[in-house]
Nanobody
Framework: QEQLVESGGGFVQTGGSLRLSCAAS????????MAWFRQGSGKEREFVSS????????YYADSVKGRFSISRESAETTMYLQMNNLTPADTAVYYC?????????????????WGQGTQVTVSS
């Protein structure tokens, strides 16, 4: 059974950094696009960043561009999100996702596997 498990969330002050990890098991996601989404309290889930199967194509939401960096181990099943210069606006539950993206990597509908989420809280 395919499974994605996030880790690395926590509590940090404004300007701090965190590194999220997503470990996949149960099937190989090496040919899948993988992504991070987040959902703040009372908000809709939103796209954060994605990386294609080769790692050569990455995309970021405008709100995190220049601060966050996505990566994945080549042909393996672990993905990372390095988050720097965090602000309270980044507070959310962060979800790892994987899928065979056809129409657009920013749409949650493109992803068929999801993790349970990890909480990131940034204090002012």
């Amino acid at each position: 059974q395919e499974q994605l498990v996030e880790s690395g969330g926590g509590f940090v002050q404004t300007g701090g950094s965190l590194r999220l990890s997503c470990a996949a098991s149960g099937q190989t996601f090496s040919t899948y696009t993988m992504a991070w989404f987040r959902q703040g309290s009372g908000k809709e889930r939103e796209f954060v960043s994605s990386i294609n199967w080769s790692g050569r194509a990455t995309y970021y939401a405008d709100s995190v561009k220049g601060r966050f960096s996505i990566s994945r181990e080549s042909a393996e099943t672990t993905m990372y999100l390095q988050m720097n210069n965090l602000t309270p606006a980044d507070t959310a539950v962060y979800y790892c996702a994987a899928g065979v993206v056809i129409s657009g990597e920013r749409s949650s509908a493109e992803y068929t596997a999801w993790g349970q989420g990890t909480q990131v809280t940034v204090s002012s």
